[in-house]
T-cell receptor, first 112, second 114 residues
Framework: SQKIEQNSEALNIQEGKTATLTCNYT??????LQWYRQDPGRGPVFLLL?????KEKRKERLKVTFDTTLKQSLFHITASQPADSATYLC???????????FGSGTRLSIRP | DTGVSQDPRHKITKRGQNVTFRCDPI?????LYWYRQTLGQGPEFLTY????????KSRLLSDRFSAERPKGSFSTLEIQRTEQGDSAMYLC????????????FGPGTRLTVL
């Protein structure tokens, strides 16, 4: 069955640096992939969607890449700020494309 | 604000009791999803509706769980004979059209089973 893997360890970086989060998927090839942000005690919030024919997608300080050969998506936050601290979830559709499935998320902490 | 709302936000119950949660999706969103999330994990799919029809239910979902969306608007999730392992955040999300569209989440209901 399809499997979604994200960095299980928290990522701690200095303010101003670029944060890079990884999402790997196995056993299938999703046509697109979404990234969500989740703050403690709240529901996830949609950030970006990237399709298989797009190598890169940007939104303000966010950038997502989608490498269908490596079966990997990378999520970058440039010029990171403490307010970017949150858990980031990778979410491709399942193999039937009837719903999305979530990775376990990577907790990002930006220190001032 | 016309976002997804959930009620209650927190529920504490004793083992063996039944609980019911409500979700009001964004109006005109056809799809409604229920997820369960435990600490350190991503949301785990439970079930979803297209209008009033329940189209899929997770095979991991116990028979103690049931969900309804009687008029294609709000939905309820009921857990019967709660167990301590049911303690989690229950999230509801809605989307406008196709199955794997961007989803809009509610704030969740935190369930604690004592």
């Amino acid at each position: 069955s399809q499997k979604i893997e994200q960095n299980s360890e928290a990522l701690n970086i200095q303010e101003g640096k670029t944060a890079t989060l990884t999402c790997n998927y196995t056993n299938y090839s999703p046509a697109y992939l979404q990234w969500y942000r989740q703050d403690p005690g709240r529901g996830p919030v949609f950030l970006l969607l990237i399709r298989e024919n797009e190598k890169e997608k940007r939104k303000e300080r966010l950038k997502v890449t989608f490498d269908t050969t490596l079966k990997q998506s990378l999520f970058h936050i440039t010029a990171s700020q403490p307010a970017d601290s949150a858990t980031y979830l990778c979410a491709p559709p399942d193999s039937s494309a009837s719903k999305i499935i979530f990775g376990s998320g990577t907790r990002l902490s930006i220190r001032p | 604000d016309t976002g997804v709302s959930q009620d209650p936000r927190h529920k504490i119950t004793k083992r063996g009791q039944n609980v019911t949660f409500r979700c009001d999706p964004i109006s005109e969103h056809n799809r409604l999803y229920w997820y369960r999330q435990t600490l350190g994990q991503g949301p785990e799919f439970l079930t979803y509706f297209q209008n009033e029809a329940q189209l899929e239910k997770s095979r991991l979902l116990s028979d103690r769980f049931s969900a309804e969306r009687p008029k294609g608007s709000f939905s309820t999730l009921e857990i019967q004979r709660t167990e301590q392992g049911d303690s989690a955040m229950y999230l509801c999300a809605s989307s406008p059209d196709r199955g794997a569209d961007t989803q809009y989440f509610g704030p969740g209901t935190r369930l604690t089973v004592l």
